[in-house]
Structure formats: C-alpha cells, structure tokens
C-alpha cells in the first residue's frame, strides 16, 4: 500500500490562527521545504494564499492539484475559511494529524506549519481524515455550539434566581429547586407601589431572571427542533437507535462528519473517549478510563448509556450479568459506552456509506 509520499508531489501544511495563517510547502518525497508564507485571514488574503499555492506548486491552471495535498490545523475552526476555498478550487483537503513535538524542541508559526505537511508524508492516503467544506456537520456544530450557550445561560439565571429567593423574602419558598410553574408565576409578577426600594429591587430582578429562563426554554426547543429537522434528513434511522435523540445524535453526526473521516470502530470509540486503556502489571489485569478524543462525543455516549441502564431491558440484563461479576457501576458503564459506540459506527457506517 503507498503511503502519502508516494502518491502526491507536495503536501501544503497549514498553521491557522485568528488574523494570520502560515502555510509550507514541502516535496511529498524528500520532506524538503519547497516555500512557506505568512498571509492575512481576510479574504483578500485567502485568496493570495490559494494563488501562491497554486504558483509554488506548479499547478496555476489546475491541471495537477491531484497532486497536491493540503493538510490544515483547524479545519472547524480558524481554517474553516481556507479550507472552503481550497477544497472548492479542487485540492484535497485533510485535518492536519496531531502533532508529535520532542521535549525541548522550538515553536513557532513556520515550524508549526511544516510539521502540519510532514506529519501527513508517511501515512496511507486512505488513512488521512478528508474535509468537506459546507458539510452538514457545519450546520449541525453551529446549532449545538448556540445550544451550548443557551443551556449555560439558563443555568446561571436558575442560580441566580434561587440566590435572590433565598436572601430576600418573595414569598417564593427557594430552600429547593424550583419547578418551571413557580418560574412562570413569578414572571407574571407586577412591582409593588408599597415595598421598600430593595424589596422592590430584588422582585424586579426576580421577574427578570424569570422572564429570560422561559425565553431561553423556547429558544432552546426551537434549536432542537433544528438539530431535529437536520437529523432527519442526514440520517433519520439514527433516532431508531435506544437513547439516541435529536441533540445526542447531532453530537454524533458532527463527530463522524462523513464516510472516511473515522476510518474503523476502533477509530471511533478512541475518538468518542472510550476505547480501554491497560494498565496491566504482574498479577493485577486493568484497564483505566480514556480521557482522551472528543468529549461531546464521550457525554453523548454517557447519556445514551445512562438511558439504557434505566430503560432498555436487554442493557438492564447486562447490567445485572457484570454485576455478579462483582464489576462496579462505573466500570459496567465504562464497559457499555464502548460496545454503544460500536453499534453507532457500524449504523453509520452501514446506512451513510
């Protein structure tokens, strides 16, 4: 099987950062520096950066960009733009591998961007995580990154709202977690011309925090219905899986972000922060929990594990089974997130082949 350096002419690594990228070319077969550039983010600057490419690499017309690779840090995030460009114009594009630094070793944009090219020269071409400019994914990561913040919001509001309760006395008994009855109540609570100015402070700002938590619970529906709509028509057999729902099958969407980006179930479960760790020595056999990949993907799987310990009969079996087996929760729990991320790679990659 050729590798990366057999296949291609030249791999163009990119270090991508907010108002600056730093591009290398280097020769696929030597590793050697060809050239490398800083240009600006704008999109003056990105187009630049495509037409020195194009010049440094022998390929203005497009006549040979199948032999040019591109290998960018950042692909969602800071390099989202260059990568559009680039995989438009016609190149392929692929998530630079993570860097390996030896201890001691120098640091910077130039170095960076090299290492992005080579890391990629000794790896089959089959191996490397393609990426798909405008995929569905990106919808998808929008949605979830906005659910994010509104889930947090509201979480800071319910707190402070409970905080207020308990200081001042607003008739509201707060000594508990409130229920979303007693949050609307006191949205619908007018000032009162006889209280006493932070008596009537604290209520106007009790009406505040109350107001906006049920604006964020109808924000935060409609962005399910979102994730909901997208799901259904990316992959709406997903939803069919026990556990998955609309939000945790949005998380698991934007992982995979398409056939040949994880390439195995393996691939996944490391990605997904659940594929075993051994810590074996002499007599004692152990394996530890993976901090490691992706952890959206990991709470996703740990949701949809939660779900299927209390409500699916066949893990409530299995539960009970590794239970005589004097097996603790966690580690049951540990147990069942990877054979869950299994079923969920070869679900997609069965129905989205």
């Not at 280097?26 to 037409?51: M, S, W, Y």
């Amino acid at each position: 099987m050729s590798i990366v350096a057999d296949a291609y002419t030249y791999v163009v690594g990119v270090d991508t950062h907010a108002a600056t990228h730093h591009y290398a070319i280097i020769e696929a077969r030597t590793g050697g520096l060809v050239a490398d550039a800083e240009f600006p983010t704008h999109t003056k600057g990105l187009l630049r950066a495509a037409d020195w490419i194009a010049r440094r690499t022998g390929a203005p017309t497009g006549q040979d960009l199948d032999q040019v690779l591109v290998s960018i840090e950042g692909t969602r995030s800071y390099g989202a733009q260059i990568t559009t460009l680039l995989a438009h114009s016609g190149y392929r594009v692929v998530d630079a591998p993570c860097p390996k630094r030896e201890r001691g070793a120098g640091k910077n944009d130039r170095i960076d961007a090299t290492t992005a090219a080579r890391g990629s020269l000794y790896k089959r071409p089959d191996q490397l995580a393609d990426a798909r400019a405008g995929h569905t994914s990106t919808s998808l990561q929008i949605l979830l990154t906005a659910r994010n913040s509104m889930t947090n919001e509201r979480t800071r509001a319910i707190n402070a709202l409970i905080a207020l309760l308990r200081v001042h006395d607003l008739g509201i008994e707060a000594r508990h977690k409130i229920n979303r009855s007693t949050i609307a109540t006191i949205a619908t609570w007018r000032t009162r011309k006889n209280d006493t100015p932070t008596h009537a402070t604290a209520r106007a700002e009790a009406i505040r925090l109350a107001a906006r938590i049920l604006t964020l619970d109808t924000e935060t529906n409609n962005n399910e219905k979102a994730l909901l709509d997208i799901v259904k028509a990316t992959a709406p057999t997903l939803l069919d899986l026990i556990g998955v729902g609309p939000v945790n099958a949005a998380i698991i969407l934007t992982a995979w972000s398409h056939p040949g980006r994880v390439r195995n179930e393996a691939s996944f479960a490391k990605l997904g922060g659940v594929s075993p760790l051994e810590i074996s020595s002499g007599q004692r056999h152990e394996h530890r929990l993976n901090r490691t990949g992706d952890r959206q993907l990991n709470r996703a799987l740990h949701s949809i594990a939660n779900t299927r310990m209390r409500y699916d009969p066949r893990t409530r079996n299995y539960l009970e089974r590794r239970s005589t087996q004097k097996l603790t929760k966690p580690r049951i729990r540990r147990c069942l997130k990877r054979y869950i991320a299994r079923e969920i790679y070869r679900h997609l990659a069965t129905t989205m082949a």
